[in-house]
Each structure stands twice: as C-alpha cells, then as structure tokens.
C-alpha cells in the first residue's frame, strides 16, 4: 500500500512540475482523436478527412483553451455539411447556433463535454461520462452533457438521411423531404 502512496505522489509531483506543457499535449491529442473519429463516422473525403488537415486543427486547440473545442469541431462539420449541400448547411448553422447560445448562457468550462460526449457515443462508451461528471463536476455541467446527447442524435440522423441533402437535388424536394423527416426528429 505504501508503494501505491509513493506512486501517486511522484506523479502530483511530475504533473505539478509540468502542467504547463502536459495539459495543451493532452488537449491536441484529444483534439485529434475525437476529429479523426468523427470523419471517419461521417465517411469523410478529401482535404476535410486528411490527417495533416485534421493534425493541424489540433495544434491549433494547443493554444487555445477546451472551450473552444466544440467550436473547432462545429468549423469541420460545418464544412463538410457546406460540401453535402446548401440546405444542410443552414439546418445544421441554426442548430450549432442554438446549442453555442444555451452553453454560453451557463458556463464555458465545461464546453468541452459537447464534444467528449458524441466521442463517447462511438466509442460505445456513453455511460461512463454521465456518471463521471456527476461524480466529479457538479449538477451545472448536466446540461452540455444533454447537449452533446442531442449534438451525437443529431449527427446520427443527418447520416442516415443523408440521401435528402444531395446537392444535386432541387432545393424545394430538399426542403419538402426534409421537413417530412425533420419534423418527427425534434
């Protein structure tokens, strides 16, 4: 037991020590997980899914806090919905919208959830981050956990209707359909 004790104390002392560089290594790397995973769950192709592409966005969260994380990922799926189509671009722009006002509105620490949370999801590991946040964070960070609940349901029903956003098809069928399928979504 004394050993653990020694253990658990020498890495305080290493983090406490080097804090300054360990916590932006671990933001780009996670970072970079959670974009790669979600261009391959998308079927990503082209300059948006390569990994130099997405390595850079990740040096980028480097030097930028965990808040704006989420925000990276919005720039991404934001581009590639522009490539999928028009009308996708706006739908999802009002959502990303709504889901950014109703975070800002309660704490921009804990922001980071509403990308950790679809993470989780493909990862089949959509338990463990509920529980842990209630463990550790508090009742405030409930909410960006429902929020990337709905962010990953979300995601989720724009792939599988993927074939109402073609960018080949007129914009009122686009919009017709949409609203069709929509509709039962919300």
């Given at each position: 037991?004394?050993?653990?004790?020694?253990?658990?104390?020498?890495?305080?002392?290493?983090?406490?020590?080097?804090?300054?560089?360990?916590?932006?290594?671990?933001?780009?790397?996670?970072?970079?997980?959670?974009?790669?995973?979600?261009?391959?769950?998308?079927?990503?192709?082209?300059?948006?899914?390569?990994?130099?592409?997405?390595?850079?966005?990740?040096?980028?969260?480097?030097?930028?806090?965990?808040?704006?994380?989420?925000?990276?990922?919005?720039?991404?799926?934001?581009?590639?919905?522009?490539?999928?189509?028009?009308?996708?671009?706006?739908?999802?722009?009002?959502?990303?919208?709504?889901?950014?006002?109703?975070?800002?509105?309660?704490?921009?620490?804990?922001?980071?959830?509403?990308?950790?949370?679809?993470?989780?999801?493909?990862?089949?590991?959509?338990?463990?981050?509920?529980?842990?946040?209630?463990?550790?964070?508090?009742?405030?960070?409930?909410?960006?956990?429902?929020?990337?609940?709905?962010?990953?349901?979300?995601?989720?029903?724009?792939?599988?209707?993927?074939?109402l956003f073609t960018a080949s098809a007129d914009l009122t069928e686009?919009?017709?359909?949409?609203?069709?399928?929509?509709?039962?979504?919300?």
């Amino acid at each position: 037991m004394n050993g653990f004790r020694l253990f658990k104390e020498k890495c305080q002392k290493i983090y406490g020590q080097q804090d300054y560089w360990m916590v932006p290594i671990f933001r780009s790397c996670l970072a970079f997980l959670i974009f790669f995973s979600l261009t391959r769950h998308f079927s990503m192709v082209g300059k948006l899914a390569h990994p130099i592409f997405l390595l850079f966005f990740s040096l980028i969260s480097f030097f930028l806090p965990f808040s704006t994380l989420p925000m990276l990922l919005g720039v991404i799926l934001m581009s590639y919905f522009y490539q999928q189509s028009l009308l996708l671009l706006i739908v999802s722009g009002g959502i990303f919208l709504f889901l950014f006002l109703l975070q800002s509105s309660i704490r921009g620490k804990y922001a980071i959830l509403i990308a950790l949370m679809p993470f989780c999801f493909l990862l089949k590991i959509h338990y463990f981050l509920p529980i842990f946040v209630g463990l550790t964070m508090g009742f405030t960070a409930f909410l960006p956990l429902a929020l990337g609940c709905f962010l990953y349901f979300f995601l989720s029903f724009i792939q599988q209707n993927e074939k109402l956003f073609t960018a080949s098809a007129d914009l009122t069928e686009q919009l017709e359909s949409l609203t069709k399928t929509l509709l039962p979504f919300f």
